[in-house]
């Protein structure tokens, strides 16, 4: 039996459901949920639900800005992490909280980092080159990525404070542990702003299943539409980014996880990969929490792991597809 | 219904387009011939408003085309690129409502008008080159555009696909309005056109109707062949052959 688009939806969602009360029950200290204690009450409110709630947000964040970037540029391998976009917009981060530029965690910052995601998305568009093949929006993404990751190191190696470089690590691979509240309202604002942007623009989305010169034709302003959808890659992962750091592959993966579960329709791939993305950022985190080590990995590794292999499958598909 | 004033089109060692002046009236197919870069794709973009560069000024029904909102001159324009290549493997039926403009029933009919009922849910990986060219000149013509333009539509079809999408496109022009399209082969043109085009080096050489285009000093100059005028008296006309290249 083949699920239209609302029944996969429903049916995701149902998973993401059970995986999130999964992913409260698993932590440092075990809970008596029937009858919990002033602490353990604490730790649901203050740690296990603010973390939900942030994979939440950065799941759909970066699955529907991996989503957008895949059908804007028309290229499979698009996605934030890879394309050096989060790199960039973790760069002014870290340039704006480690040199004093801004109160530590200020509401100001994301609207900073935004910057470094449009800096990493316009050179993105200029290094590539519009309709650029993989290979090329690979290439341009891993220079852009080389550089910010660089520039951060150097950044924090430098930075005033001395446990600053030890953060590296934090910024770099990103992690959802020891969060609070405070890191949703970080998130907050700027997914809210990207949603609609991208549901106004979806219909220019499935259009770009043609050349843009068709699309030009169809009653699309394709410069002005593309402007507002880097818009809302940008802020999709700059919320991301000032969260929880710089968290590769769920972008890349999730719509990858769409087409293979047999949609192949823009409009599918585009709704569903925020879903996708969650149940995989859930799934990961636990896996995360569940291992016990004496430090918590970071999330970002364990996506970096399944999904970088996903990357290589992709590139040599890409290259027999062309021999 | 379609007046172009001086257009231009700037390129890199020569221009693209030169000074072009034409008026076309409706409901007729009219084929844009040339040789490989005389500028038939250059003002077939530049009409579509897909020309950023194009100076001039293009008139339809009196309005000032290139200033009309994008939104605005889709309701009268389809465009069929040269090459066009779908990004995602999706239905025909999905294909040919793309910017989804029409209910199931209108769909369905379109569908039928084309001939793609029967292929309506085969993915695009799954049907051939033809069938595909007729799905996307289908999804050109789903709003009925009164402006119709294709760039070389039967470039790389078999003899029976030429055919139907050259029909398909003359019936279009009976019904709705006007149609360019450019055309390499010149019996096509000849056989469906209702007056011709013909470009060289970017400049409009001659036009009007098929014979008065297709001259040996045309095709010649423009072609660089020697060509002749074959009748067959089944019904199907004079058409013009090129017998050899000429010699520099």
Redesign the interface.
Known sequence: MKLNQRQCFIILFAIVILLSALQLTVGGSSINWWMPNALEKDIIWDIRVPRMLLTWLIASALGLAGAVMQLLLRNPLAEPGITGVSGCAALVTIACLYFGWLPAFSFGLPALALVGGLLGVSLLMVLAGRRASPTRVILAGVAIATMSSAAMGLLLYLAPNPFAFQEWAFWHMGSLANKSWHSVMLALPGIVLAFPIVWLGRRFLYALTLSEETVATMGFNVARYRNWMLLAVALLTTASVVAVGVIGFVGLLAPHAVRLLGFNHPKYVLWLSPVTAILLLISFDTLVQLMSTARELPVGILAALVGAPLLIVLLVRERNSHA | MLELDDLYLAGISRPRLQHINLKLTSNQLIGVIGANGAGKSSLL?GI???EPQLKGHIRLKHQDWLRL???Q??KY?????Q?????????ID??VN???QVTHSQLMKHLEKYALLTLKER?VSQVSGGERQRALLARATLSEPQLLICDEPVSGLDVAHQLTIMQQLHNHARTHGLVLAAIHDLALAARFCDSLLLMHNGELVQSGEPFEVLTEKNLAHCFGVQAEWFCKDNGVGWIPTPLQAVKD
């Open positions: 973009r579509a408003a897909v909102s994008h939104r001159r889709q324009l389809g465009y069929l690129p090459t066009e290549a779908p990004e995602w493997d999706i239905r999905e294909l793309l910017s989804a993915r």
